[in-house]
């Protein structure tokens, strides 16, 4: 991880992706420019770690973030993903009471960020309406994400979870072939290798997807379309 001086493209952004930063006062502005760290983390690198760690409101200029839980029996499921201009609000969920769960933060690809500090922005939360509102609304929309995607697992079947996984990961690639392993989906599923394996190659024997070691590739989309 690496980490520069804030410098005016990243003031700008600050200014641009903070959607209430024109409500807070002017000694509010200062507190936030001179606490907010722009950070680098490269692929495969914890920005996150449940309870044990709070990074605070990361604010996503460049990259790719998997948001993502792990269940007693040890198995990930991911949450939802982050892109460019997104804002992650469960890394400053410590500051949040009523969350009682862990939450993982990781990078899917190399990821600039600028990080809020948690106290810096729960001193924000707790005095700015503009903030409390901002926060309330953003959590709301979280949760909402979490909760399609219990529906997905409890009440969808897996051919039809994984088909749409396969057709959401071509659309962020832009390809319809993945780089993608059988280990890696079965983490973004909360599922075991072994089932998303049997279930590629039910996917490839009826001639929607063709395997090869570390890749997938989609073949015929109007199938797994059917199946979402």
């Known amino acids: ?18 959607p209430f930063w024109e409500k807070l006062t002017p000694a509010q502005k200062r507190t936030v420019t001179d606490s907010a760290l722009p950070r680098v983390y490269y692929r495969g690198e914890s920005m996150h770690r449940g309870s044990e760690h709070c990074a605070g409101l990361l604010l996503v200029k460049s990259g790719q973030l998997r948001v993502y839980i792990i269940s007693e029996s040890g198995k990930e499921i991911t949450l939802y993903r982050l892109f460019d201009n997104d804002i992650c609000i469960f890394s400053a969920s410590c500051m949040m009471k009523n969350i009682n769960f862990d939450i993982y933060v990781e990078t899917e690809q190399e990821t600039q960020v600028l990080q809020i500090p948690t106290v810096v922005y729960n001193q924000l939360n707790q005095t700015n309406i503009a903030v409390s509102d901002f926060t309330s609304q953003l959590m709301a929309s ?10 997905q697992v409890l009440f969808t079947s897996f051919d039809k979870r994984l088909a749409l996984f396969l057709l959401e990961q071509s659309a962020i690639d832009g390809s319809d072939r993945l780089t993608i392993t059988h280990e890696a989906i079965a983490k973004h599923m909360g599922s075991a290798r072994e089932v998303v394996t049997r279930m590629l190659k039910y996917f490839q ?24």
């Not at 024997?205 to 979402?228: A, F």
């Open 1 to 18: 991880m690496a980490a520069t001086a804030l410098n005016e493209e990243n003031l700008s952004f600050l200014k641009t992706v903070l």
């Open 142 to 151: 979280r949760f909402s994400d979490v909760m399609w995607v219990m529906e």
């Open 205 to 228: 024997s009826e001639g929607m997807v063709t395997l090869s070691r570390g890749e997938i590739t989609l073949k015929d989309r109007k199938k797994l379309e059917k199946l979402k």
